[in-house]
């Protein structure tokens, strides 16, 4: 039984090792007239082609800090009423919020009570300078209520610009039309990016109740290996495309290369979108392809490389109706050319370039049937 199986073992590599070999060995096909016509091969050449370096990189949207605002309440108070929603569209100026609090309430009467204060000083000031220039009152009197008159208009400015903190006109206001309520306004059009706060709840000065997204000015950060970095410059061109649809290709533009490199060992490119599309979102990872390098390379039309059995090969012509399997080495692709780096043992030498797989094919069932 051991002599069996031994025997039944070496056969069977026997077999692997012959029809490995045949696949390596049967290189070369012949085609009838008929095959060669229907096959409608077409033959070329190597060319000398500009064939660029394509750096590949990664990263995500971002948005610049002039394009993500932060509201807040700067005097604190409760959330009465909110329509907002993460996502939710927003023009500038339009209501997002109204809030509520005592606090605006004393606020607005300390600005009228000192407003109608200041009336009286000025008016008392007046009276005062007709009598020091008449030396009917001292000159002390006097000043103190010139003292007084600058402290007054000193509290109504300052009175003023916390009203307009909580978007108060102080010029509207009267004692007919004091409200315990505000609004709060969009400062930018955009998107709502977060919410943070629900009906009834009380914030402070410091809390964020919401943020606000301007996405018509999102650029592309990239992570650059510090070995790549000296390899771009400002204003350079890449094209950027998601994981999604790669070839939807969004053109872009770099604007800024960080000289700082992380503890990872890489840097930030800054890339500026050259149009505007809505459906790239903040925070959406992104892929992106630089062409760092032009050089003149021999290459040949892409339909020529056919791939077999993990190797890449070209079909040259050594007759009308022979052709033969070249194993190359292939470099970058550009513009429908492959670069091949092994392109000067195929110098002069007819390629097929239409119907190589019509080729790979023929040959490969040669092979199976041998």
């Known amino acids: 039984m051991a002599i069996i199986l031994l025997s039944a073992c070496g056969s069977s590599s026997v077999d692997e090792q012959i029809k490995e070999e045949s696949t390596i060995v049967a290189t070369k096909v012949k085609l009838t007239n008929a095959q060669l016509k229907s096959a409608e091969i077409k033959l070329g050449l190597l060319e000398q082609k500009n064939i660029s370096?394509?750096?590949?990189?990664?990263?995500?949207?971002?948005?610049?800090?002039?394009?993500?605002?932060?509201?807040?309440?700067?005097?604190?108070g409760y959330l009465?009423?909110?329509?907002?929603?993460?996502?939710?569209?927003?023009?500038?100026?339009?209501?997002?919020?109204?809030?509520?609090?005592?606090?605006?309430?004393?606020?607005?009467?300390?600005?009228?009570?000192?407003?109608?204060?200041?009336?009286?000083?000025?008016?008392?000031?007046?009276?005062?300078?007709?009598?020091?220039?008449?030396?009917?009152?001292?000159?002390?009197?006097?000043?103190?209520?010139?003292?007084e008159l600058n402290n007054q208009k000193i509290a109504l400015s300052?009175?003023?610009?916390?009203?307009?903190?909580?978007?108060?006109?102080?010029?509207t206001i009267n004692e007919n039309n004091i409200s315990k309520s505000v609004n709060l306004y969009s400062p930018i059009e955009g998107f709502v990016s977060k919410v943070n706060v629900n009906i009834g709840k009380y914030v402070n000065p410091t809390d964020i109740l919401f943020e606000l997204v301007n996405p018509t000015d999102i650029h592309l950060n990239l992570k650059v290996f510090e070995k790549d970095v000296s390899k771009l410059s400002i204003d350079q061109n890449l094209v950027a495309y998601t994981n999604n649809?790669?070839?939807?290709?969004?053109?872009?533009?770099?604007?800024?290369?960080?000289?700082?490199?992380?503890?990872?060992?890489?840097?930030?490119?800054?890339?500026?979108?050259?149009?505007?599309?809505?459906?790239?979102?903040?925070?959406?990872?992104?892929?992106?392809?630089?062409?760092?390098?032009?050089?003149?390379?021999?290459?040949?039309?892409?339909?020529?490389?056919?791939?077999?059995?993990?190797?890449?090969?070209?079909?040259?012509?050594?007759?009308?109706?022979?052709?033969?399997?070249?194993?190359?080495?292939?470099g970058n692709k550009q513009n429908g050319f492959m670069e091949v780096l092994n392109g000067e043992t195929l110098k002069d030498k007819k390629i097929v370039v239409k119907g190589a797989y019509t080729l790979l094919m023929t040959l490969k069932n040669k092979t199976e049937g041998e």
């Open 80 to 147: 009465r009423s909110t329509k907002l929603l993460p996502g939710m569209h927003l023009k500038r100026g339009e209501i997002i919020a109204t809030m509520e609090d005592q606090q605006y309430i004393q606020l607005q009467q300390d600005y009228l009570t000192t407003r109608s204060t200041l009336e009286f000083t000025e008016a008392e000031f007046l009276r005062q300078k007709e009598l020091n220039q008449s030396k009917a009152t001292s000159d002390k009197v006097f000043q103190q209520t010139y003292m």
């Open 53 to 76: 370096t394509v750096l590949k990189l990664n990263g995500k949207i971002d948005v610049p800090p002039q394009n993500m605002v932060s509201v807040s309440m700067p005097l604190g």
């Open 158 to 171: 300052a009175l003023a610009e916390k009203l307009k903190l909580i978007n108060i006109n102080p010029q």
């Open 245 to 330: 649809l790669p070839d939807n290709k969004h053109p872009c533009k770099i604007i800024l290369i960080s000289q700082d490199i992380t503890n990872e060992g890489t840097a930030e490119v800054h890339c500026h979108f050259e149009d505007y599309d809505k459906s790239l979102l903040p925070g959406m990872y992104m892929n992106a392809d630089v062409e760092i390098k032009s050089n003149n390379a021999l290459a040949v039309d892409e339909n020529a490389i056919v791939n077999f059995e993990g190797k890449n090969y070209v079909f040259i012509a050594n007759s009308t109706n022979d052709f033969e399997m070249i194993n190359v080495d292939t």
